[in-house]
């Protein structure tokens, strides 16, 4: 099969790539390195050693003795992306190529103003591109279990029936998302359901709750180590608990931790995105996957890299409930269905706290890194204070 894969450079888009090119597939590169510079805006940098795109590639054909084209651009540049799709022609695209940061979109206007523009019409183009140019290439699409918020109800996997005044109808599950980040997706979501709707584009829409980890399988060695975020702006919850310990700094759920949300591990990520791949949908159809494993508050999660570092590393973990930085409910109902990938093979490889050992091993040896970075691991981005940050555009006094 030909995947191009959107974002190869980033935390799922490189281990995807390892996944599917040592499966022998034909794999082609596209990023523009948007996550390395903004990540170096907030004065952090990946905990993991990892080399530049073009120096892991250069590995891989190493290991496989495959070339790999590399696309280095912007997918928010229509004139590139549709360069790319009709030169490469994939039978499937997978787009991982967006600001993936919430807090980041909540930094003030600036930041808000490019996560939209990037990521909507990053999809805008990828839609008109395979209608041009590979009408039936599968669009393989990264949203977030983010979409939906957490409504007092059950989630289904995008679609529900709905009762009202009498009637019946089979609609898209209203949503909530809780930053612009989230809402960009939503947006996605939209587009692309319209798009299936006008040209009968196969689509599927991955609805991703957090994704932790340090390793796939395909990792076993340095050079082809993935990015592992943990300041407050690009790490993730779980990722962060880990760094967190082995930096001696307090864990830090935000709030009362009853915040319940999706998780996964970065090895379960790829296996569902590599079925979502190769059990592609029918011609004409718009799916939805709801993609997570367990679903876990932020308290549990806390509890439970304490009581794992405890017991492996033999030193004390200490958990502080701290202001939270998000406007969110803190204790809520949370019941989304995830039925459809276990239906198409979709088996869990690993426990949490199987998984705990690895991360916690791998942060271990790249501590002097973390130590590095103790000053933006704090949380200090908060969403009531999100500003008009644009250089010249003058705001009332107190307002921003
Ligand atoms: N949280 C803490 N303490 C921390 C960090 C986070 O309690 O130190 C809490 C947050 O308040 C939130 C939850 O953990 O309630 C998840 O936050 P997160 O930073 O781990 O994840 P989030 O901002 O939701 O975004 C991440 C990825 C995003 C993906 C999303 C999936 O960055 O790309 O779409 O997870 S989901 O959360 O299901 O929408």
Not at 204 to 229: A, C, K, S
Not at 308 to 323: F, S
Request: proline letters at 6%.
């Amino acid at each position: 099969m030909k995947i191009l894969i959107m974002g190869a450079d980033g935390y799922i888009g490189w281990p995807l790539f390892l996944r599917e090119s040592m499966k022998g597939h034909e794999v082609a590169a596209l990023d523009n390195y948007f996550t390395r510079r903004r990540v170096k805006e907030v004065e952090s940098d990946s905990v993991s050693p990892i080399l530049s795109l073009s120096s892991r590639l250069r590995k891989l054909s190493e290991l496989t003795g495959r070339e790999y084209p590399l696309y280095r651009g912007n997918a928010s540049n229509p004139s590139f992306l549709l360069n790319t799709v009709r030169e490469f022609r994939p039978d499937a695209i997978v787009h991982l190529a967006e600001q993936r940061s919430a807090p980041y979109s909540m930094l003030g206007l600036k930041q808000a103003s490019a996560t939209m523009s990037n990521n909507i019409l990053s999809t805008m183009n990828l839609i008109y591109a395979v209608k041009e140019y590979v009408p039936d290439a599968h669009i393989l699409k990264l949203g977030t279990m983010g979409e939906y918020g957490t409504p007092n109800i059950d989630i289904p996997e995008g679609f529900f029936e709905v009762s009202y005044n009498g009637r019946k109808d089979y609609l898209p599950f209203p949503k909530q998302a809780g930053s612009w980040y989230h809402w960009t997706k939503v947006h996605d979501s939209n587009n692309l359901m319209f798009a299936n709707r006008l040209w009968k584009t196969p689509i599927t829409d991955v609805m991703q709750g957090v994704v932790y980890g340090t390793r796939t399988r395909e990792i076993t060695e340095t050079g082809l180590y993935t990015r592992f975020d943990i300041d407050e702006v690009w790490g993730t919850a779980l990722n962060r608990f880990c760094a967190q310990a082995v930096a001696g700094l307090p864990l830090t759920p935000y709030g009362k931790g009853g915040q319940t949300r999706g998780f996964l591990s970065l090895e379960d990520s790829i296996n569902c995105l590599d079925i979502a791949l190769h059990k592609p949908p029918a011609k004409g159809e718009y799916r939805v996957f709801n993609q997570f494993d367990e679903h876990y508050s932020v308290r549990y999660l806390a509890d439970t890299v304490k009581k794992v570092y405890e017991a492996e590393i033999g030193r004390t973990a200490n958990i502080v409930n701290v202001e939270n930085p998000r406007l969110e409910l803190e204790e809520h109902y949370y019941n989304p269905e995830h039925k459809k990938l276990r239906s198409l093979g979709y088996v869990p490889s690993s426990t949490l706290e199987n998984e705990l050992k690895v991360i916690l091993g791998d942060l271990e040896t790249w501590k002097k890194r973390i130590l590095s970075l103790r000053k933006v691991i704090t949380p200090k981005t908060f969403w009531n204070r999100s500003s008009v940050n644009i250089p010249g555009v003058q705001t009332p006094p107190g307002t921003s």
